[in-house]
């Protein structure tokens, strides 16, 4: 999209409903334009980009609703031919004139003296992101380690993983990044105690793995010395998250703060995830889920 195209990237579903209804409305199938296109779950998400741009440009419908699956599946998504997707996507307004709303930074800002553990007064002024004009990386929270600690249902879709070996999805799999994520072999709907507990591992970690992971990235990093402040992506119970702040603690770090004690307005618990996705962004280091 350039300049001088004027067309809104999104629009509400009221409006939608408003200026599309049902009988204007052209409907296609995945499974359908997929097999039209020659596509199949081993193909490059590129070709399967291109394929729907080109199908969906040469259509002289203004009003056209997909029906029936994901253009991307579980089975792209989750297996290297979607990584062919990236160098378009960065290229992309969706990335190159993304910013967070004031909403979340107005959040992140006044919730930022408990992540830090000083007074509002000692906050440094680069670090006040209620302004949308700082720039990402001067306002990195230095010492600062996020992780994510996904919970709750988690431990059953962790297994089922484990069972078809599933890879890490996404941008996880660049073979650039540091921790790489090989699944155990031989996985056809089942698996062995030994592969479930690797799998695990990466997926639902017990407290003391989270420990060991955290000082090893401590010891990994360049200047880590410095990291001394953790904060808990999470979903997890009161109890767990209760249990794993104060085994961190106990570990040494200095200070361990969780999506659960991040104080928000009404208005702002709509958007408790981005508030989340926010801190770990600008945190010093993030050690992410990769299948989640």
Same mark, same amino acid.
């Given at each position: 999209?350039?300049?001088?195209?004027?067309?809104?990237?999104?629009?509400?579903?009221?409006?939608?409903?408003?200026?599309?209804?049902?009988?204007?409305?052209?409907? !296609?199938?995945?499974?359908? #334009?997929?097999?039209? $296109?020659?596509?199949?779950? *081993?193909?490059?998400? /590129?070709? &399967?980009?291109?394929?729907?741009?080109?199908?969906?440009?040469?259509?002289?419908?203004?009003?056209?609703?997909?029906?029936?699956?994901?253009?991307?599946?579980?089975?792209?998504?989750?297996?290297?031919?979607?990584?062919?997707?990236?160098?378009?996507?960065?290229?992309?307004?969706?990335?190159?004139?993304?910013?967070?709303?004031? !909403?979340?930074?107005?959040? #992140?800002?006044?919730? $930022?003296?408990?992540?830090? *553990?000083?007074?509002? /007064?000692? &906050?440094?002024?680069?670090?006040?992101?209620?302004?949308?004009?700082?720039?990402?990386?001067?306002?990195?929270?230095?010492?600062?380690?996020?992780?994510?600690?996904?919970?709750?249902?988690?431990?059953?879709?962790?297994?089922?993983?484990?069972?078809?070996?599933?890879?890490?999805?996404?941008?996880?799999?660049?073979?650039?990044?540091?921790?790489?994520?090989?699944?155990?072999?031989?996985?056809?709907?089942?698996?062995?105690?030994?592969?479930?507990?690797?799998?695990?591992?990466?997926?639902?970690?017990?407290?003391?793995?989270?420990?060991?992971?955290?000082?090893?990235?401590?010891?990994?990093?360049?200047?880590?010395?410095?990291?001394?402040?953790?904060?808990?992506?999470?979903?997890?119970?009161?109890?767990?998250?209760?249990?794993?702040?104060?085994?961190?603690?106990?570990?040494?770090?200095?200070?361990?703060?969780?999506?659960?004690?991040?104080?928000?307005?009404?208005?702002?618990?709509?958007?408790?995830?981005?508030?989340?996705?926010?801190?770990?962004?600008?945190?010093?280091?993030?050690?992410?889920?990769?299948?989640?």
């Amino acid at each position: 999209m350039g300049p001088d195209v004027s067309a809104p990237r999104a629009v509400y579903e009221e409006y939608w409903e408003q200026v599309c209804p049902p009988e204007r409305r052209t409907h !296609l199938k995945v499974s359908q #334009v997929h097999q039209e $296109l020659g596509l199949d779950n *081993g193909s490059e998400g /590129s070709d &399967i980009m291109g394929g729907w741009v080109d199908k969906i440009s040469k259509m002289p419908d203004n009003c056209i609703e997909i029906d029936d699956a994901h253009i991307f599946d579980y089975g792209t998504i989750g297996t290297p031919p979607i990584l062919s997707v990236w160098p378009e996507l960065a290229k992309s307004p969706i990335l190159k004139k993304f910013s967070w709303s004031p !909403l979340v930074l107005n959040a #992140v800002a006044r919730n $930022l003296p408990r992540i830090m *553990g000083v007074s509002a /007064s000692q &906050i440094p002024k680069h670090l006040d992101t209620a302004s949308t004009t700082v720039a990402p990386h001067d306002s990195m929270i230095l010492g600062l380690v996020a992780i994510h600690l996904r919970r709750g249902d988690y431990d059953q879709h962790c297994e089922f993983l484990a069972k078809w070996g599933a890879r890490f999805t996404g941008w996880n799999q660049f073979p650039e990044y540091h921790d790489m994520f090989v699944p155990p072999k031989g996985a056809d709907g089942t698996t062995t105690p030994e592969n479930l507990a690797t799998y695990m591992k990466r997926c639902w970690p017990t407290k003391e793995q989270v420990i060991a992971k955290l000082d090893a990235v401590r010891q990994e990093t360049v200047g880590g010395e410095r990291l001394e402040r953790v904060f808990i992506l999470t979903n997890g119970d009161d109890e767990w998250v209760k249990d794993m702040k104060s085994a961190l603690k106990g570990a040494g770090w200095k200070g361990v703060t969780t999506s659960k004690d991040i104080k928000l307005k009404k208005a702002e618990i709509e958007v408790d995830g981005a508030v989340d996705m926010q801190i770990a962004a600008r945190a010093e280091v993030f050690v992410g889920n990769g299948v989640s």
